[in-house]
């Protein structure tokens, strides 16, 4: 199964692992690397136009669940998916996971015969995290997708790239979504004032730009390894498949596990 895109800028962008372009390759003719080349820009339009028709799935799904009516196959493969339909399993599989980790929802089959499906509302898009970020399901999938894009672009994301990811998941920014209301709002009035999120501008930057980091909120009520994981889990990865963010997150939890000692130490000292 293809990696989700929505952390990517690129199908071929992947994010924090280190990779030397040709190291490999042996040399090539001029005939031989335009060849290459042609091939490459194939491929990457493919993936592409497959990770947009698993957006406009995701999209479609949740617009369908409105009504509460059975999802056929033939209804996803005549108004989504259309020719790309020998794609079809790889394709509802990861809508399902951008379904199941971002919104909350698992897709279920309610006949194999006739390849109906149905929402069911989770509201846990990851283990343990609801209660301490605030609850909500899908809007906990979006803060979540978010602190792990500026998480795996060193702890800070340019505001365009936040944007370009919400368009990824076939949701725009100022348009108006049945489940998160307005995003850019969602995000600049309840993430970045409930301090989840920071957002300033970048210095020296013209024409001015800005960034989101994590805000004191997220940093006490997460932490990098269980947004590591969740990226994995996107990904269908092992957190160690990015050894930079792996080795910050195990960094991160000693320093936790410190700071808990301490606060223990300090409490036992009082009581005697």
Same mark, same amino acid.
């Given at each position: ?11 071929? #962008? ?9 190291? +490999? ?34 999209? =479609? ?12 196959? +033939? ?27 971002? =919104? ?22 990851? #283990? ?49 979504? =049945?489940? =998160? ?36 909120? +997220? ?48 409490? +036992?000292?009082?009581?005697?």
């Amino acid at each position: 199964m293809a990696p989700s895109p929505l952390l990517q800028e690129s199908p071929e #962008e992947d994010l924090g692992a280190v990779r030397e372009e040709g190291a +490999s390759e042996p040399s090539l003719t001029p005939k031989g690397a335009r060849a290459l080349a042609a091939k490459t820009l194939a491929r990457r339009r493919a993936c592409r136009r497959v990770d947009r028709t698993v957006a406009e799935l995701v999209q =479609f799904l949740l617009l369908k669940d409105r009504k509460k009516s059975p999802i056929t196959r +033939s209804e996803m493969v005549k108004y989504v998916i259309g020719d790309l339909k020998d794609l079809f399993p790889e394709i509802i599989a990861r809508a399902a996971e951008h379904l199941r980790y971002v =919104f909350g929802f698992e897709l279920k089959q309610l006949d194999r015969k006739h390849h109906t499906y149905i929402l069911i509302n989770k509201l846990k898009p990851i #283990e343990h995290e609801e209660e301490a970020l605030g609850g909500d399901g899908p809007r906990l999938g979006l803060l979540m997708m978010i602190l792990g894009l500026i998480y795996m672009k060193g702890n800070s994301a340019r505001e365009a790239q936040v944007w370009a990811m919400l368009r990824r998941l076939g949701v725009r920014p100022s348009k108006y979504h =049945f489940l =998160f209301g307005y995003p850019k709002r969602l995000i600049m009035e309840d993430f970045v004032q409930l301090r989840y999120l920071n957002y300033r501008r970048v210095p020296h930057t013209n024409p001015p730009e800005c960034e989101f980091s994590w805000g004191p909120r +997220s940093n006490l009520e997460t932490s990098k390894m269980k947004v590591l994981g969740f990226v994995a889990k996107l990904h269908k990865k092992e957190p160690q498949h990015w050894p930079v963010q792996y080795r910050e997150a195990l960094a991160d939890e000693a320093d936790r596990a410190r700071a808990g000692a301490s606060v223990r130490a300090r409490a +036992s000292t009082h009581l005697w």
